[in-house]
Structure formats: structure tokens, C-alpha cells
């Protein structure tokens, strides 16, 4: 099995920045694509981000694309999140997600075979 713990998560005001972390436990982390969702309350869970196992080819929700980036480093079992530009709307608490060797439909939550407990994001104005 894959343990998943997110971090980095927190208050921000409009317009600043956050890099969430996601650490993976696991012996096969780099054959894993990794992604990100969201979840704010009232609202249904949301794709952020998708990175495949090579980190070459990486997936946006249009809502956070230009403003999001994500990233991997394989040595370290880690996935990034690199968010600038924040608004209110991306309140949420953010959850990392893994699944081996998915190259489709990577903003489909039901894809993914492992979930963090998540990070809060709090965007403030």
C-alpha cells in the first residue's frame, strides 16, 4: 500500500503564493502518475492537477491553469504544488492522489488508488 501525507497548506491572502508538498511511502513512487484535487465545502470534489510517472506530461482544471504548477521529485517519493495568484475561490482543503501507471483520465478522482488526509488552504479578501 501508498501513504500519502500532504503539507504546506495554509492562510494566504489574495494574490500571494503556497507550495503544497505530498510525501509517498512506497518502493514504486516514480511509476505512479500523482494528482491533485480539491475540496471545498458546499462543493463537489475537483480536479487541480495531474503529473504522469515521467513528469513530461502534466494535466490543469482550466480554473487554476497559468496559476498552478505541478511537480515531482522521484528521489524524494514527493509531489509539489505550486499555487500563485491565489484567490478565494481556491479555499479548499487539498488532497494528493496516486495511481500506478495511468496515463488517461487523470482527472478522474475514481482513477486514483491512494488519498492523503489533506491540507487546508485558506485564502483570505
Known amino acids: 500500500q501508498v501513504q500519502l501525507v500532504e503539507s504546506g497548506g495554509g492562510l494566504v491572502q489574495a494574490g500571494g503564493s503556497l507550495r503544497l508538498s505530498c510525501a509517498a511511502s512506497?518502493?514504486?513512487?516514480?511509476?505512479?502518475?500523482m494528482g491533485w484535487f480539491r475540496r471545498a465545502p458546499g462543493k463537489e470534489r475537483e480536479f487541480v492537477a495531474a503529473i504522469i510517472w515521467s513528469g513530461t506530461s502534466t494535466h490543469y482544471a482550466d480554473s487554476v491553469k497559468g496559476r498552478f504548477t505541478i511537480s515531482r521529485d522521484n528521489a524524494k517519493n514527493t509531489v509539489y504544488l505550486q499555487m500563485s495568484s491565489l484567490k478565494p475561490e481556491d479555499t479548499a482543503g487539498y488532497y494528493c492522489?496516486?495511481?500506478?501507471?495511468?496515463?488517461?483520465?487523470?482527472?478522474?478522482?475514481?482513477?486514483?488508488?491512494?488519498w492523503g488526509q489533506g491540507t487546508q488552504v485558506t485564502v483570505s479578501s
Open positions: 512506497g518502493r514504486a513512487f516514480s511509476s505512479y502518475t
Open positions: 492522489a496516486a495511481v500506478p501507471l495511468r496515463w488517461t483520465d487523470q482527472d478522474d478522482a475514481r482513477r486514483y488508488d491512494y
